[in-house]
């Protein structure tokens, strides 16, 4: 089994930074992809942005160029470092993971963008 907690969220004004930290209970160096996922009000989650164990990273067109995601095997970590925020990022944001052919979220992360 393994547990990912997030942490970083808050609140930042429109223009602003944050970044996001995934950090798992396991070691991640054996688990190819790893994902940032959003949730906002009223909507479906949906996938913001992943990395595969070679570093390869693919992100939604609506957070590319402001958004990107990094992992640190050795800290069992994965990133996400938010640039130019919009109130139109508002939302829960959840690491996810497989792991041996299981499916692993977060708790979630509230991320709050005032305009």
């Known amino acids: 089994q393994v547990q990912l907690v997030e942490s970083g969220g808050g609140l930042v004004q429109a223009g602003g930074s944050l970044r996001l930290s995934c950090a798992a209970s396991v070691s991640i160096s054996g688990i190819n992809v790893m994902s940032w996922y959003r949730q906002a009000p009223g909507k479906q989650r949906e996938l913001v942005a992943t990395?595969?164990?070679?570093?390869?990273?693919n992100s939604a067109d609506s957070v590319k160029g402001r958004f990107t995601i990094s992992r640190d095997n050795a800290k069992r970590s994965v990133y996400l470092q938010m640039n130019t925020l919009k109130p139109e990022d508002t939302a829960v944001y959840y690491c996810?993971?497989?792991?041996?052919?299981?499916?692993?979220w977060g708790q979630g992360t509230q991320v709050t963008v005032s305009s």
């Open positions: 996810y993971a497989i792991y041996e052919n299981w499916g692993y």
């Open positions: 990395i595969t164990g070679g570093g390869r990273t």
